[in-house]
């Protein structure tokens, strides 16, 4: 069974251009989880979707950023415009409710 | 969310039990206690959770105290691909609000193996 599918796995950006990222969730699993982790840090939650519905959002900077799941299964995070401090390793998971979460590989993403 | 206290790093030698501990003395009746790890350059894996009863599976053992107020993570026979950051983490099952499911990360403990 394939697991949480990200992509690109590295991404390197001028500052104030856009970047999206891609998250293919394991199949019947609901629940989907953007998270943003800085070196030397845990993850961060940015947000939570529960089907399309996003359900925890307190975290995601919406200046900048946006997230979309239209149909329930793939999402897709964007940054619009990035940051210095935007670089960071982002990373998708996805449960069957509040089951377990499995998590991707993660985008590494470089704004220079 | 309750908060975890766990140690920066620890080591253990190959082959050996590493016991990884982490305090939770804040943690509610709905909250489970759940166990990941990171091996750099990888995205969290999962290794177990528990409420209040021991649990054991392929990977490893979850130790609870009886007051929940801590835990301790047990790979029986580490190997040199153990080494990771581990990250003990309460989660909130159901609270009818916004939290339940959310899984807040700490800073975790470095585990080195070494042979």
Redesign the interface.
């Known amino acids: 069974e394939a697991g ?1 599918v990200q992509s690109p796995r590295y991404k390197i950006i001028e500052k104030k251009q856009p970047v999206a990222f891609w998250c293919n969730p394991i199949s019947g699993h609901n ?1 989907l ?1 953007w ?1 943003r982790q800085n070196l030397g ?5 940015l947000i ?1 979707y529960e089907n399309e519905e996003a ?2 959002d ?1 975290q995601l900077p919406k200046d900048r950023f946006s997230a979309e799941r239209l149909k329930g299964v793939d999402s897709t995070l964007k940054i619009q415009p990035a940051e210095l401090g935007d670089s960071a390793v982002y ?1 998708c ?1 996805s ?1 069957f ?2 089951h ?7 985008t590494r993403l470089t704004v220079v | 969310d309750a908060k975890t206290t766990q140690p920066p790093s620890m080591d253990c030698a190959e082959g050996r039990a590493a016991n990884l501990p982490c305090n939770h003395s804040t943690i509610s009746g709905n909250e489970y206690v ?1 166990w990941y790890r990171q091996i750099h350059s ?5 290794i177990i ?1 528990g409420l209040k009863n021991n649990e054991t599976n392929e990977m490893a053992s979850l130790i609870i105290t009886e007051d929940r107020k801590s835990s301790t993570l047990i790979l029986p026979h580490a190997t040199l691909r153990d080494t990771a ?1 581990y ?1 003990c983490i309460v ?1 909130v ?2 609270d009818g609000g ?11 403990t470095i585990l080195t193996v070494h042979p």
């Open positions: 949480v629940t989880y998270y840090q845990g993850p961060e939650l939570r359900v925890d307190s990373l998971a449960s409710g509040n377990e979460a499995f998590f991707g590989q993660g | 759940y990888q995205g969290p894996q999962y959770h950051v990250y989660r099952i159901y916004t939290s339940y499911g959310k899984l807040t990360f700490g800073q975790g």
